[in-house]
């Protein structure tokens, strides 16, 4: 692909907790699209740092363990809507949603190594299909830049934890409040400022603020856009 050519896909960016999943998801299935989960990557990568024992400040390691990643996005037909996630082989895909995986994410994806490889990865992916859904945090800005279709979500502070809040009692697990409050805040943060790949909104992207809006709002809004601009 050349690089001025556009790309059929929709990339989509925001902070955590403002949809991106479980948007990004129905909007692929409407438009026989494939989704990718870009944090589904940080993730594992972050679970092998763990199980590897490499201490977080250790970043030629992680950078060097990023190079030779074998990390697999599979749909999985079993449960609509999820994708499942290798590692090595091994389905890793509940693994990387655990809470010491989410507080750690932070310390791998800011290293501008690991960004690079898993960009690399990301748009190997990406140019391969002919329709791809890609969600996370800079596919709009340095992933995906000739991306035809571009959307920024978000929603205030207070609906973010409180989508959380019922993603963790659906899953039978009580959390506090002032538990998610942080960790959604500390995660903000170093998304927003990272000196790699920062979170931010691209040019010519559309913003939709979820707060106020139900999923099928947000999936006619992204979907109506796609067939305006085909
Ligand atoms: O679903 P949630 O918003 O909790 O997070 P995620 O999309 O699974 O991403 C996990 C973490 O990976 C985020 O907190 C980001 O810091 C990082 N990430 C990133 O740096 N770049 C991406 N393209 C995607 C995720």
């Known amino acids: 692909m050349k690089f001025t050519e556009q790309l059929n896909a929709v990339a989509i960016d925001g902070p955590a907790g403002s949809g991106k999943s479980t948007i990004s998801k129905l909007v692929a299935e409407k438009l ?9 990557m940080y993730r594992a990568l972050t679970l092998k740092v763990m199980e590897e024992k490499i201490d977080f400040s250790n970043e030629e390691k992680i950078i060097n363990l990023s190079k030779n990643i074998d990390i697999k996005l599979l749909p999985a037909r079993d449960g609509i809507n999820t994708i499942k996630v290798l590692l090595d082989g091994k389905d890793v895909s509940e693994k990387i949603r655990a809470a010491d995986v989410t507080r750690n994410v932070k310390y791998t994806a800011k290293l501008k190594g690991v960004r690079e490889n898993l960009v690399a990865l990301q748009r190997l992916m990406a140019e391969k299909l002919s329709g791809v859904v890609m969600e996370g ?39 506090p409040v002032e538990e998610l409050e942080k960790d959604l805040e500390e995660r903000d943060n170093s998304d927003f400022t990272r ?17 106020n809006l139900s999923i099928s709002d947000v999936v006619t809004r992204i979907t109506d856009y796609v067939k305006k601009k085909l």
């Open 137 to 175: 945090r800079d596919i709009t800005t340095v992933v995906l830049p000739t991306a035809k279709y571009k959307i920024y979500l978000d929603a205030s502070f207070e609906e973010r934890v409180k989508r959380r809040l019922l993603e963790f009692e659906k899953k039978g697990e009580i959390l």
């Open 32 to 40: 026989g699209f494939t989704y990718i989960d870009t944090g589904a």
């Open 195 to 211: 000196d790699v790949g920062p979170l931010k909104k691209a040019e010519g992207a559309i913003v939709i603020d979820t707060t």
